[in-house]
């Protein structure tokens, strides 16, 4: 129930139907948990004090309310070993394929091409498809730990391969075909692959986009590959002659198969995901089939809400680990909604019009969509029959207030989860539960069964802002990243407390909720003082004049330089933009907060999959070559970056072409 669409920072904007709370997934399975003789309460903090202070019986009885069946020897939950070297359901056996695909009826896959033209998908038929590429793989020497990669859009070819690769017992990886060859080389070249599943061309803004050449220059790099399978369904360009055996998809699937799932131990891998490659070679991520079955389903049926027969679109390209998510839906029994192209073309509204033509009943999307839908003043719930819509949930980066405010008066009566997670854990650390008051500007809750606390530099636990750290292990924590020794895996996540998960977020928890204030690894730190950027934003972003905005602290030599990187909205005065930022930084932060200079810029840069590139762009600041701070092929517009590249080429050798504040407004009083 909405209690105030205009609700103050902090105030509850939204209660839930406690009516109903038993038809819930909590409801549910707080009530298996009661019929197994476990009594932890009433309220949601107490399930949560019970699922960390009992990982074992937690995860043990989760795996069971959500029909994951074991094969193996039975044993102990988890080993004793500290992080990262502990172990989950030692000797236990699954498939990660079997769980998605066995038990359920109707329709599996809906797809929706970037011209409105629409695929449905039933089970029997993703069933057969899959059992028919498994058996295709087999048959071309793919077993157990070798690899399969695709270069493939969100279409139902990527989701069967994803399976069959699974199905046989062997590691999946895919990037989207809009990658650049050197960053998919980057991270392909690392794996090995035996099989590559690919698509000549692919359609995006309007666009059929020929992708030949590129494919050509990275199967020169890819010299272990034996064997493509072309997806040209989808696109008006033809494939290109390889120089090992190459079929159409239609070939690959045309020979009926049965099921013949592989039973692996419970951390054998599944894929690989990686990371936005931004420094340095991107990392391969390794999940197993058991941790990432678990955490998906976990994520998806109590903190999605999400049940057999709901329809579930998340917006989210194949490089993105949220299309593991939406993938990962199959296994509660939901339908996947899969948007090829660009989801917002050739409008914003696009989204809501698929949801609401689709009767979606969860909708993830992304925090900078919502800012989006608000600075273009979109109504979706008068402009479309959003009846079906049950819940947003809202990932990426931070939602400010203001977005919260949108959702509530413009969307309607709905469940807002603001979620935290990442690609390292294909998971959540914190997100929300549909039986939990929303609090504007607020992550409702932790999830269950992760032990996620703020820290201080020193390592003690504290209630305000620090780094975000998990003190115990969770079973989709990575297996270990590809080709690592392991000196890798501990530098990026143990390095700074020793047997303790430190993630790289700030954060902060608070009687309303949680925070999260964005990277530790861009903090801001001017004279000492550590400042978030996503306070920033939420002050800056929030102004009509401004499309998007990026903050950067820059330590040079022993200056310290922090620009505000602006792009305009659609007509606004860079003057009037000016005043307008100052003033609202000095009113709802603190003259400290003010940056150095405000540099108007034709767009912010991000990776593919979103992400502002403020360590890169640091970096350029700090006199790095442009080449050596990012993978252009892994951003979203490398023009763009270059560009930045030029404004600190030229910063360090001539004045900027910048708007420099005042020095009575960067440093006189807060």
């Not at 028919?132 to 139902?156: E, K, M, T």
């Not at 390592?459 to 890798?488: C, H, I, Q, Y």
């Amino acid at each position: 129930m909405i209690l105030n669409a205009h609700a103050a920072d902090g105030e509850v904007i939204w209660e839930p139907d406690l009516e109903h709370s038993a038809e819930t997934g909590i409801g549910q399975f707080a009530a298996f948990l009661g019929r197994q003789g476990i009594e932890v309460g009433e309220s949601y903090d107490e399930l949560w004090q019970w699922s960390v202070d009992e990982p074992e019986q937690f995860w043990e009885l989760f795996a069971r309310f959500a029909g994951v069946n074991f094969g193996g020897a039975a044993g102990p939950v988890c080993t004793t070993d500290a992080m990262p070297h502990t172990r989950w359901f030692p000797g236990r056996t699954l498939n990660f394929a079997r769980h998605l695909l066995q038990g359920h009826e109707g329709i599996a896959l809906v797809g929706i091409a970037e011209d409105g033209t629409r695929e449905e998908v039933t089970w029997n038929a993703l069933r057969h498809e899959v059992a028919s590429l498994a058996a295709h793989l087999r048959a071309r020497g793919v077993g157990q730990g070798d690899r399969v990669v695709g270069i493939l859009p969100n279409v139902a070819e990527a989701v069967v391969g994803l399976l069959a690769t699974a199905t046989i017992g062997a590691i999946w990886s895919v990037c989207a075909p809009e990658f650049g060859p050197g960053a998919i080389i980057s991270r392909f070249a690392q794996l090995g692959p035996k099989v590559v599943i690919a698509t000549p061309g692919y359609m995006l803004g309007g666009k059929d986009r020929d992708r030949r050449a590129e494919l050509e220059e990275i199967f020169t790099q890819l010299p272990t590959v034996e064997h493509v399978i072309w997806v040209e369904r989808h696109t008006s360009v033809p494939s290109v002659p390889t120089r090992v055996p190459a079929v159409a998809w239609a070939q690959a699937v045309a020979e009926p198969a049965e099921l013949d799932f592989e039973d692996v131990e419970f951390s054998h891998p599944l894929w690989v995901l990686f990371s936005s490659g931004t420094t340095g070679i991107p990392k391969g991520i390794v999940h197993g089939h058991g941790g990432a079955l678990l955490e998906e389903m976990k994520m998806l049926l109590i903190h999605s809400d999400l049940r057999p027969g709901d329809r579930y679109l998340n917006v989210a390209s194949t490089s993105w680990v949220l299309w593991n998510a939406l993938v990962s839906a199959l296994g509660v029994g939901a339908t996947a909604v899969l948007v090829d192209g660009n989801p917002t073309f050739p409008s914003v509204d696009r989204v809501w019009q698929i949801a609401a033509a689709e009767q979606v009943a969860v909708l993830g999307v992304g925090a900078g969509f919502v800012h989006s839908c608000a600075k273009a003043a979109l109504v979706p719930m008068r402009d479309h029959d959003l009846g079906a819509l049950k819940s947003l949930q809202v990932t990426g980066s931070p939602l400010s207030s203001d977005g919260y405010r949108w959702v509530y008066g413009n969307v309607g009566d709905i469940w807002l989860s603001s979620m935290s997670g990442g690609t390292d854990i294909a998971s959540i650390f914190v997100g929300g539960s549909p039986t939990l008051p929303v609090h504007a500007g607020y992550i409702q809750a932790p999830a269950l069964g992760v032990r996620v606390e703020s820290w201080d530099e020193a390592g003690n636990p504290t209630r305000g802002k620090g780094e975000l750290v998990v003190t115990k292990a969770m079973p989709s924590m990575p297996l270990s990243f590809w080709g690592d020794d392991g000196s890798r895996y501990h530098e990026s996540y143990f390095a700074m407390y020793p047997g303790v998960w430190r993630h790289g977020d700030y954060i902060e928890f608070t009687h309303r909720g949680i925070l999260i204030h964005g990277r530790s690894d861009s903090t801001l730190n001017r004279n000492g003082l550590r400042l978030g950027s996503a306070d920033i934003y939420s002050v800056v972003e929030s102004l009509p004049e401004v499309a998007e905005a990026l903050v950067v602290g820059a330590e040079l030599g022993t200056d310290y330089y922090m620009p505000l990187f602006v792009h305009l909205a659609d007509g606004a005065n860079p003057d009037v933009t000016q005043k307008a930022i100052t003033r609202s930084i000095r009113e709802n932060l603190s003259v400290r907060y003010l940056p150095d200079e405000i540099v108007f810029m034709p767009g912010i840069p991000h990776t593919r999959t979103g992400k502002k590139l403020e360590v890169p762009i640091k970096r350029l600041l700090q006199g790095a070559r442009l080449e050596t701070v990012a993978d252009l092929g892994s951003v979203d517009d490398p023009v763009l970056l270059e560009e930045y590249a030029r404004f600190a080429l030229e910063r360090q050798t001539v004045s900027p072409q910048a708007a420099p504040l005042p020095a009575s407004d960067r440093f006189g009083p807060p």
